[in-house]
């Protein structure tokens, strides 16, 4: 078992390359998202095992659901497998997106509020149907503008805390939106491979780079 001095409470997950993966299989595009969902499961576990207190994965933004409905169709259902088989393992599950959009998977409802399942030891958060400016948004809708605790507490994604660690598959060294407030100090690591070809050795390498950063939080 990998051994680490300090872990990230926090770790964010952006599982991209689903679609180009499958361009190399001979696949159509939007079968890349089935093969996206059991690697989800293996890091779910890992990061269990070795204690890590809480975890957020990027599902899809409000804006994917530009892209074809094929694919729009596909991961969509790609979320709602993984959300449903994660409520059957030890974890507080929350997904965050909007829900007034026809885009929502209604079979999602259920999770837009904290659901504990076993112990709850982890928590998981899912973000659903996201797009940062909706985030932000809410935040302006229902504060005071000018306060700016009022702001951070009532954006849509009030419930997630400070990420430490985001991972990246697929190559690509970009956010995408991804959670803008509680990412300002996220330390950002890489991975080229795609998210279907997951490894754990993947999260090692970014939990071992972990280890060197200095983390002062612009301090």
């Known amino acids: 078992m990998e051994i680490f001095k300090r872990l990230p409470r926090h770790i ?15 696949m159509e595009k939007q079968d890349g998202y089935t093969y996206g969902i059991d690697p989800g499961f293996q890091l779910y576990e890992r990061c269990m095992e070795l204690g890590i207190e809480e975890m957020t994965f990027y599902g899809f933004t409000q804006d994917n659901t530009k892209r ?15 959300v449903e088989g994660l409520a059957h393992r030890d974890a507080e599950l929350l997904v965050i997106g909007n829900t007034k959009s026809p885009l929502f998977p209604k079979e999602l409802i259920p999770y837009t509020k904290p659901v504990k399942f076993g112990k709850g030891s982890m928590r998981v958060n899912f973000l659903v149907n996201y797009g940062w400016n909706w985030d932000l948004t809410e935040g302006l809708k229902n504060s005071n503008v000018y306060s700016r605790q009022e702001l951070l507490k009532n954006i849509a994604s009030s419930e997630v805390s400070r990420i430490d660690l985001i991972i990246r598959w697929g190559g690509r060294r970009r956010l995408s939106g991804f959670l803008p ?3 300002i100090y996220a330390d950002f690591f890489v991975v080229e491979d795609y998210w279907p070809d997951f490894e754990l050795q993947h999260l090692y390498k970014a939990l071992e780079w972990y280890q060197k950063q200095d983390i002062t939080l612009g301090g």
Do not use: L, M, Y
């Open 12 to 26: 964010g997950i952006i599982p991209d390359g689903n679609r180009r993966w499958a361009q190399r299989q001979g």
């Open 68 to 82: 074809p409905k094929e694919q729009t169709t596909a991961f969509q259902k790609a979320c709602v497998d993984a």
């Open 181 to 183: 407030i509680q990412s």
